[in-house]
């Protein structure tokens, strides 16, 4: 047909999308939602009249399901493609709309998600038996080269003080000057612009620097002299944080966290750290699904990035089976010493399969806790009773260590192997609260039933970032601050859960047709 060829019977706009296309599930179902929390913040009693929240939201969704993301590609598309144009009705929504609704609504977004999760959870799509766990790296909105350490935002903090200072000055001189030409009581000019500029950069720089002291103090701890090798911080998106990337090198970096349901892959719960490890938001993830959906998962299947003894201890208190791997203090199979009876030493001739530590003493695992006894028993039978406790920090939290001391190292054959050279009483083993956990986890993970289950841990967690990157495109966040992130990545979350779900929709109606087809014949 030509371009100018005049037809009788216009098509009509709905008749340009398949009845089976996948936009048209995406409206039907967001159509069914309620958006009562959503219609709440518009004001229909003055301006022009609004668009519904659920034909901007849509656009947002259906936009991340095609890879669209940006606010002006989204415009783009409600103006020139067919699908985009059909779910806006012929609307017209400008970028700068899409930008601001996109992070103006942070609740209610939730809401939604919580929304389709329990629709998903209604049709049987997610029975929360297993959940994977799982974080991955983004890159924040912020150039690798735009970061500085204390030393270099101090010299920006000390050339921006002169500049205002100089600011001021001029300004003074302004004043004086027009109080002898004019005799004005008050000033007739204004504050220049760059000043309030330039108080604004020192309000960033200041806090980037404070950043970048706290990161400092937190490399001494962990033992890195902070003057060799200084703390990095972003200045662009400050609440971002240099982290490895995922494709090499470092970067300003989020740690995003998604928590997949194993039975259709469906996301029970996103957030965001700008953490290095995500272990800090897991226990809070548990708690969500089980506040957004009524139930809590019965088994969580994580990296041995989130093994730690409080995690593990705080899925047990919640009824949780932590899947996980971790390793055990107590002997292993192959380990000399792994006997029946502890009582009885260790036989001479197996003495060098004995494992050590980092220092080449004796490693813990050569010695047997009896939890009845409450003492544990070195490779030679002696018992080692509970003698004190001590404090100690780990994981940046005090914990309470029980010390466990051995009265009988004196003319024991295998001193010299199991005492440090600073050792005075006799060899000690401490034990922490989350000990008994971790040993608990270790002897589950050993058994065939523990290792199918958590076999399906990269299908799970992983395949959901692999689509979110690939297909969604979502390799770097547009928007910055930890809190707009967040948002972002519910959006992304949502609109993942929004097509998995009218795909399982479209599956579920395709087979009732066909079940209905041969009852029929």
Not at 65 to 84: H, K, Q, T, W
Not at 95 to 117: I, P, W
Not at 235 to 259: C, W
Not at 387 to 404: E, P
Request: hydrophobic share 35%.
């Amino acid at each position: 047909m030509t371009r100018q060829q005049i037809v009788l019977f216009a098509p009509t706009l709905d008749n340009m999308i398949a009845d089976d296309e996948t936009v048209r599930l995406i409206d039907e179902v967001l159509r069914h939602r309620d958006w009562s929390m959503w219609e709440a913040h518009y004001d229909g009693t003055c301006g022009q009249p609004p668009i519904h929240p659920r034909v901007v939201a849509s656009a947002i969704l259906y936009g991340l399901c095609r890879g669209v993301r940006s606010s002006r590609r989204l415009e783009y598309a409600c103006r020139y493609n067919i699908d985009f144009i059909w779910l806006v009705e012929g609307r017209t929504i400008d970028h700068t709309t899409f930008a601001k609704f996109r992070t103006e609504f942070k609740s209610e977004l939730k809401d939604l998600f919580r929304q389709l999760g329990r629709v998903a959870l209604s049709v049987g799509l997610v029975r929360l038996g297993e959940v994977a766990f799982d974080g991955t790296r983004v890159k924040a909105n912020n150039s690798r080269y735009s970061t500085r350490t204390a030393a270099t935002l101090q010299e920006k903090l000390t050339e921006l003080d002169e500049q205002i200072e100089q600011l001021l000055a001029d300004a003074e001189t302004a004043d004086a000057l027009d109080a002898q030409l004019f005799g004005a009581a008050e000033s007739t000019t204004k504050l220049p612009p760059q000043l309030a500029d330039a108080k604004q950069r020192r309000e960033q720089l200041q806090k980037a620097l404070e950043r970048a002291q706290a990161a400092d103090k937190a490399r001494k701890t962990e033992g890195i002299d902070p003057g060799k090798n200084p703390a990095q911080v972003p200045t662009t998106d400050p609440e971002s944080r240099v982290m490895p990337n995922k494709e090499g090198g470092y970067a300003p970096n989020y740690t995003p966290t998604a928590t997949t349901d194993s039975h259709r892959g469906f996301i029970m719960d996103a957030d965001v750290t700008s953490d290095v490890n995500e272990s800090s938001v897991l226990l809070d993830a548990v708690d969500r699904i089980e506040q957004n959906f009524g139930a809590r998962p019965e088994k969580l299947l994580t990296d041995g990035g989130n093994n730690s003894g409080q995690l593990l201890a705080g899925l047990e208190e919640r009824g949780i089976e932590p899947y996980a791997p971790v390793e055990s203090n107590q002997p292993q199979p192959g380990n000399p010493a792994r006997r029946d009876d502890a009582t009885q030493p260790v036989p001479q001739s197996e003495w060098p399969r004995l494992p050590r530590n980092s220092q080449g003493q004796l490693a813990k695992s050569c010695f047997v806790y009896d939890e009845s006894r409450d003492e544990y028993r070195c490779p030679q039978g002696h018992a080692m009773p509970f003698a004190k406790t001590k404090q100690d920090t780990r994981g940046g939290m005090k914990v309470t260590l029980r010390v466990y001391q051995c009265e009988s190292c004196a003319g024991c054959p295998l001193a010299s192997a199991c005492l440090s050279a600073k050792a005075r009483h006799g060899r000690t083993i401490t034990r922490d609260p989350h000990e008994a956990v971790r040993e608990r986890v270790a002897a589950r993970m050993t058994t065939e039933a523990a290792r199918k289950v958590y076999d399906q841990r990269p299908r799970i967690a992983e395949t959901t970032f692999g689509i979110l990157k690939h297909v969604f495109g979502l390799r770097q966040f547009l928007l910055r601050g930890l809190q707009k992130v967040r948002t972002e990545w519910t959006w992304a979350a949502t609109a993942f859960n929004l097509l998995k779900l009218v795909r399982e929709l479209g599956r579920l109606r395709a087979e009732w047709a066909t079940l209905s087809g041969a009852v029929a014949n």
